[in-house]
């Protein structure tokens, strides 16, 4: 079946360097995509959101781009802390159901002092 | 109020306890949303109410059964649950259209002994 899936499971990067994390998606009917971020012992927390009409957008230190043609999402956040690490999912709603989000595999996000 | 609460936070039963989760939001969200997640994996979709209505099961075993007795409340009654049911169960909800404001809960760390 169609699915969510991420390049690579793990990513370290020292504090203050820009992170990117990548998602690959299959379904071309989706149509909406949500960032989380899911610390040890806690669910997750939306980070930011983008629909299939946008191609990119800005929040705080986060940036989702989004690249219809070959399917893929990432996100950037700038200027690393150690805060920012944990796992990070790329969500997607399918479109066939308004109610179904489907999550990719996570990232681990290491960030080093 | 913009939380998805969920009680209680830790769960221990053994195979023949009969046990409920509740989760509760005061968002005026008409969509809420079981959620299994093992360790090391993403969230995996359960069951889907809207507008109290169960609208997706997704092939989950009887021993689980939701509930949703009014727009803010959710529960998860469990029964004769297996060793390998032991796992992170969420709660989450969303506007009607279901593409805005997924919010998770904390979740409930169940063990079944």
């Known amino acids: 079946g169609e699915n969510v899936g991420l390049h690579l499971p793990t990513l370290s990067v020292q504090e203050g360097d820009n992170s990117i994390i990548n998602c690959a998606y299959s379904?071309?009917?989706?149509?909406?995509f949500i960032w989380y971020k899911q610390e040890s012992g806690k669910g997750p927390q939306f980070i930011i959101d983008?629909?299939?009409?946008?191609d990119k957008r800005q929040g705080q230190r986060v940036t989702v781009l989004l690249n219809k043609t070959v399917k893929h999402l990432s996100l950037q956040i700038a200027a690393t802390q150690p805060g920012d690490s944990a796992v990070y999912f790329c969500?997607?709603?399918?479109?066939?159901?308004?109610?179904?989000?489907?999550f990719g595999k996570g990232t681990l996000l290491t960030v080093n002092p | 109020d913009t939380e998805v609460t969920q009680t209680p936070k830790h769960l221990v039963m053994g195979m023949t306890n009969k046990k409920s989760l509740k989760c509760e939001q005061h968002?005026?969200?008409?969509?809420m949303y079981w959620y299994k997640q093992k360790a090391k994996k993403p969230p995996e979709l359960m069951f889907v109410?809207?507008?109290?209505?169960?609208?997706i099961n997704e092939s989950v075993p009887s021993r689980f059964s939701p509930e949703c007795p009014n727009s803010s409340l959710l529960n998860l009654h469990l029964h004769a649950l297996q060793p390998e049911d032991s796992a992170l169960y969420l709660c989450?909800?969303?506007?009607?259209?279901?593409?805005?404001?997924?919010?998770f809960g904390s979740g409930t760390r169940l063990t079944v002994v």
């Open positions: 989450a909800s969303s506007q009607e259209s279901g593409k805005f404001g997924y919010t």
């Open positions: 969500a997607e709603n399918g479109g066939g159901s308004n109610y179904k989000l489907t």
């Open positions: 109410y809207s507008y109290e209505k169960l609208s």
């Open positions: 983008i629909r299939s009409n946008m």
């Open positions: 968002m005026g969200h008409r969509a």
């Open positions: 379904n071309s009917a989706s149509d909406y």
